[in-house]
């Protein structure tokens, strides 16, 4: 009986052991899928936080007349990043010419003044135009 009783602790024992390992086993990998998701986590926030102040924001202000006939001024800003300066200019580019094509015409540059030239702080473009023709 005693050895009937032993045995039989034995198997216990064993049994407990390995349900022990499995359930060790399964917290270490649900442990690493968690460390796995948080890390996915972060990563997309970062890239979310990095796309964000990149992209930033450009506007502008209306066309105006200059003192000189036919030669019109716009200005763009910009913030948030290095290349804040591109869309500034862009964008001031892009509504001296749709200020042209209004009115069917063609849009020349004439000048452009930039300022700002730090990270992280607005930036401008100011240009002087003229509308031309079409040919």
């Known amino acids: 009986m005693s050895n009937q009783c032993s045995d039989s602790l034995a198997e216990a024992g064993k049994t407990?052991?390995?349900?022990?390992?499995v359930s060790i086993a399964r917290v270490a990998n649900m442990e690493r899928k968690r460390g796995w998701l948080i890390t996915r986590l972060r990563g997309a926030a970062v890239v979310a936080l990095a796309c964000a102040s990149l992209?930033?924001?450009?506007?502008?202000?209306?066309?105006?007349?200059?003192?000189?006939?036919?030669?019109?001024?716009?200005?763009?800003?910009a913030t948030g990043g290095r290349m804040a300066w591109a869309r500034a200019h862009e964008r001031a580019i892009n509504e001296a010419r749709d200020y042209c094509e209004r009115r069917g015409m063609q849009s020349s540059v004439e000048r452009e003044t930039v300022s700002g030239i730090s990270v992280m702080t607005e930036h401008g473009s100011s240009?002087?135009?003229?509308c031309h023709p079409k040919f």
């Open 16 to 21: 407990v052991r390995i349900r022990g390992a």
């Open 55 to 77: 992209a930033g924001c450009a506007s502008s202000t209306d066309v105006v007349a200059s003192d000189k006939p036919g030669t019109y001024t716009v200005a763009a800003s």
């Open 127 to 130: 240009v002087s135009f003229e």
